[in-house]
């Protein structure tokens, strides 16, 4: 694993450290979002990267399509949990992974008109050298201002990266695609709305048909469509419920997702 390790991160340095500074110097997204919208963003700081942080190992992201890569990384990873059911361990790494991945890509257009270059042989994977947790991106250049509808916009998102990465780790796990892309929409749904919060109820609008339609422009189906469902709680303020559960309420000392989970036992 090592060696594969060292050998992705000697390629993935080639192209950034190439990469031109972009957005008057700055070569992390967190900062640019931050001094678009205020430190309501700080969060995004150290997340999408141009050049790799300290302490991390770094992998090209379409390495975790290979098997062997990809459950080295899990057996790191979930060391701590075992003996736990391995999919809820590769489930709540990729709770990690897509959190960071989606919350920024969505974040750089929605605020940002940015389109970010994500596509999953296009970047590069931070990991905590100790625990194979994951940390950041590292991205080629901070993309282009473009004025695009979200489909097109989130494009190299959802079906360059989460679609082939998803498909892998499926197979690799033998976990349900389904639950990946619930992973994955979980985030992607909640930064748009909370987007609409923060800044303008226009932007979550905007958002909106990424999980409304049921297929894409080209006429393929959309697997964010109905990943989750619009409820209420007893006090009648609206929440998002998944539609399959992410298996993260069996670890140990992992708390369940509360009301956004279809199973009573993983509400707790």
Not at 29 to 48: D, I, P, Q, S, T
Request: hydrophobic share 40%; aromatic share 8%.
């Amino acid at each position: 694993m090592s060696e594969r390790l060292n050998s992705a991160q000697a390629s993935s340095k080639q192209p950034i450290s190439s990469a031109s500074k972009d957005a008057d110097g700055e070569r992390d997204l967190g900062a640019l979002l931050v001094h678009h919208g205020g430190e309501k963003y700080g969060f995004c700081r150290g997340k999408f990267l141009l050049d790799a942080p300290a302490g991390c190992d770094v992998i090209a992201c379409s390495a975790l399509c290979e098997a062997d890569c990809f459950n080295s990384i899990i057996d790191r990873y979930g060391a701590k949990f075992l003996p736990a059911d391995r999919r809820a361990i590769v489930s709540l790494w990729t709770l990690y992974y897509f959190s960071i991945l989606t919350i920024n890509t969505a974040l750089a257009w929605l605020e940002l008109r940015r389109c970010l270059p994500v596509s999953l042989d296009e970047v590069s994977l931070c990991l905590d050298r100790e625990t194979a947790t994951p940390v950041s991106f590292l991205l080629p250049n901070l993309g282009q201002v473009r004025e695009l509808d979200i489909h097109a916009a989130i494009r190299p998102l959802v079906r360059q990266h989460i679609e082939p990465l998803a498909n892998a780790i499926s197979h690799h796990a033998h976990l349900s695609g389904k639950l990946l892309w619930g992973n994955a929409a979980g985030y992607l749904d909640w930064i748009i709305d909370e987007t609409g919060r923060q800044s303008a109820p226009a932007l979550a609008e905007e958002g909106a048909p990424l999980f409304s339609d049921p297929t894409f422009p080209d006429g393929e189906k959309n697997p964010l469509c109905g990943t989750l469902r619009s409820m209420q709680d007893e006090s009648g303020l609206p929440f998002k419920r998944r539609k399959v559960c992410c298996l993260r309420y069996c670890l140990p000392d992992i708390g369940g997702c509360g009301l956004s989970c279809p199973l009573p036992q993983g509400r707790q």
